[in-house]
């Protein structure tokens, strides 16, 4: 009787952890489907499989689809046994591949729950580790303990159910931007607080020694010990080297510089009023079908008398680009994964007031037409 409430309690607790654990990283990469794309087009060109990126988007509403219905499957006990199988299977793709980016580091972070957790390489292999430890437990108590409590119609029909939200979720989140952000440059965030590191973060640490001669035999001193007063040593160099990486503040490598080399950045950021930044990270890619509605923003612009700017990282194709679409905006570069942090689309709307985030949006018809 005991050993029967314990195995009974192990299934529940089992299957509830996994389930939760999926839903939420299939919702969170639902509500952002290109920042998965991109974590994809990441781990395929570490891999030199570059030339798979054009399917990354598809690939992405797949993994999405399997892991919320995995999660689903599991928690509610309808369809269980695919349930179980999806999540055995995404295990036995995930687990040897976290544990190649924890032992080489390729990518800074897997991005299992997207950007609403960010977990340590390692910290995510021994997270799969035990996801895996929980799932063999189902496998071998489900035999006797898993009963299903509906027929095999209304099961099917939940499970296709599921599986429609999850990637009509995705399809609105692609359209209109994610409706939950994560990101450092969310709606209502200043971006000049968020290029400083928060009180108490831990910082870089440095060691910097002097190297002084004497008699031709160079010798090193840390600075304490340096023999600024006697004459007999030769001052020869000094060196830094980093010694402990610190934290890095929410924005980093944020800044804007003009086609011409003009650092824009602090310029914009302390401006006072409005500015309007047009994000396209790579203008080979950029959805030209929404340039008359970019047009519309422009002109919005304009009669409030806001600064315009487009942000790109393609330098080698503005000219190009500008003459082809007729533009007279002004361009500017950014570094690329800044640009795909900001807004997830290209192109995309930022608004600023002075450095505060007040709005962002997807320039398709839907909000150019008001």
């Known amino acids: 009787m005991h050993n029967c409430l314990v195995s009974r309690v192990l299934y529940l607790v ?63 006990n309808i369809n269980f046994k695919l349930g179980l199988w999806l999540s055995s299977l995404l295990m036995i793709a995930m687990t040897p591949l976290t544990l190649w980016i924890a032992l080489t580091n390729p990518v800074t972070d897997c991005g299992c729950f997207g950007d609403a957790i960010i977990l340590s390489n390692w910290a995510t292999f021994w997270k799969n580790i035990v996801l895996d430890a929980l799932i063999i437990i189902l496998w071998i108590l489900q035999k006797r303990l898993y009963r299903p409590w509906l027929t095999p119609f209304p099961s099917w029909v939940l499970t296709i159910t599921f599986s429609l939200i999850t990637i009509g979720v995705g399809i609105h989140s692609l359209n209109n931007l994610p409706f939950i952000d994560f990101r450092p440059y969310k709606i209502g965030n200043d971006i000049l607080e968020g290029m400083e590191l928060p009180e108490g973060a831990q910082r870089d640490q440095y060691r910097t020694t002097f190297i002084y001669s004497r008699d031709g035999v160079a010798q090193e001193f840390e600075l304490q010990d340096a023999p600024y007063n006697d004459s007999t040593w030769v001052f020869v160099e000094q060196r830094t ?42 203008l080979h890619k950029t959805k030209t079908k929404y340039l008359d509605n970019v047009r519309r923003v422009y002109d919005k612009a304009q009669a409030e008398g806001a600064e315009f700017l487009v942000l790109t990282a393609s330098s080698d194709m503005i000219d190009e680009f500008k003459q082809e679409h007729n533009l007279p905006y002004q361009f500017a570069l950014t570094d690329p994964i800044q640009l795909k942090t900001m807004v997830r689309s290209n192109p995309g709307v930022v608004i600023l007031e002075g450095a505060k985030v007040i709005d962002k949006f997807n320039p398709n018809w839907k909000y150019c037409k008001k």
Not at 241 to 264: C, M, Q, R, V, W
Not at 269 to 276: H, I, N, S, V
């Open 14 to 76: 089992s299957r509830v952890l996994v389930g939760v654990t999926f839903v939420f990283s299939g919702f969170v990469k639902a509500i952002d489907p290109l920042g998965t794309t991109y974590k994809i087009q990441d781990y395929l060109e570490v891999m030199h499989l570059s030339w798979f990126s054009e399917l990354a988007l598809v690939a992405s509403f797949a993994l999405i689809t399997a892991e919320f219905l995995a999660g689903m499957l599991l928690i509610t």
């Open 241 to 282: 080297e980093l010694i402990a990486k610190g934290e890095e503040p929410p924005i980093h490598d944020f800044s804007i510089i003009t086609t011409e080399g003009d650092d824009l950045t602090y310029d914009i950021l302390y401006r006072e009023g409005k500015t309007y930044l047009v994000v396209m990270y790579d």
